[in-house]
């Protein structure tokens, strides 16, 4: 059997001085933190077999890879699979009380939590998401390739692998900044999900993608 380590990374933090929700725009690149994190990253991952990376088209999830791709002479590819969820809120405040969501005019974008109705259904996430890892699993072949993806899509898969309902409350995600949530395959059988945090622990809560 060949075994083979499909790594899916988030980001490490952004600059976002505004608290907005940022999701797709362009623009928003690592703070000098969030620099560090993927510096740490790189580091934890070394002296792993890393053969293939691979990130978002976004800047915060390609500035994140470049360290690990440096480590190991690699390129870092692109898979538009691994993007950040579309979202209605995209460039707007959202936190609790504040913002868009207290506004009437966003009230029926939330009619329906469970799909969600103010984004990109969870059931399509996990899908392209499912197809990013076997891409990147193939490509690494009896060795281990890293995603660099984002909070949402990496926690919408983790549950999905699991056979958990995809809605859930985000405040709950185990996925803090420069994650590692590690899939484990004999061939393209999955046999176990590893989760670690290299660079820290930070609260699911606060605004970030």
Not at 49 to 64: I, K, M, Y
Not at 114 to 143: C, T
Not at 144 to 155: D, F
Request: glycine share 8%; hydrophobic share 40%; proline share 6%.
């Amino acid at each position: 059997m060949t075994r083979t380590v499909v790594h899916l990374l988030r980001h490490g933090e952004v600059y976002n001085p505004e608290g907005i929700l940022y999701g797709r725009l362009p623009g928003f690149r690592l703070s000098g933190t969030g620099q560090q994190q993927a510096k740490l990253v790189g580091e934890h991952l070394a002296d792993h077999d890393v053969t293939h990376v691979v990130a978002s088209p976004l800047e915060r999830a390609q500035q994140t890879a470049r360290p690990i791709a440096e480590a190991h002479a690699l390129e870092v590819a692109v898979d538009d699979r691994l993007i950040e969820a579309d979202n209605l809120f995209e460039g707007l405040r959202v936190a609790v009380g504040d913002g868009a969501l207290r506004s009437p005019q966003h009230w029926p974008k939330l009619r329906n939590p469970f799909r969600p109705s103010w984004g990109e259904p969870y059931l399509v996430i996990a899908h392209r998401m499912l197809a990013a890892v076997h891409r990147a699993r193939s490509a690494a072949a009896g060795h281990e390739a890293v995603c660099v993806s984002h909070q949402l899509p990496i926690w919408t898969l983790r549950r999905f692998l699991e056979g958990r309902r995809l809605w859930h409350d985000p405040r709950r995600r185990q996925c803090s900044l420069a994650s590692l949530t590690s899939l484990v395959f004999e061939d393209e059988k999955l046999i176990r999900i590893a989760y670690a945090e290299p660079a820290g622990s930070t609260d699911p809560a606060v605004t970030g993608a």
